[in-house]
């Protein structure tokens, strides 16, 4: 086994969690990783209906933006529907690091790798 199987954490929340509750607990999981205190984690979850607006999202882009909460998105795309039974994967890794095949701090190969095993 490589460290990376050793090290990583898989969590499954069965209730969903709230988007600002989750961004809260990524970015503490994320602090305790980059200081060696916390293991990288894999976290599925599911979050209550609500969008999540990417850097490309307009409000033209919704039928109707008052009819669910919505949180902007540190991500590229434009809307992101969330809803009931819609499992999420959050990835937190320490990047500065080699995961197997892919070299540390290559994103391109890390976003490929895992969109490999995904499909």
Known sequence: MDATAATLEWQISDAPIGYEESLAAMQTRVSGIRAGTDSEQVWLLEHPP?????????????????????????????????GPGQRVGYVMLDLDRAHGSVRARDIRAYVEGLEEWLI
């Open 50 to 82: 609500l969008y999540t607006a990417g850097t490309s999202a307009t409000p033209e882009g919704l039928v109707d933006a008052n009819a669910l909460p919505i949180f902007r998105a540190g991500r590229g795309g434009q809307w992101t529907y969330h």
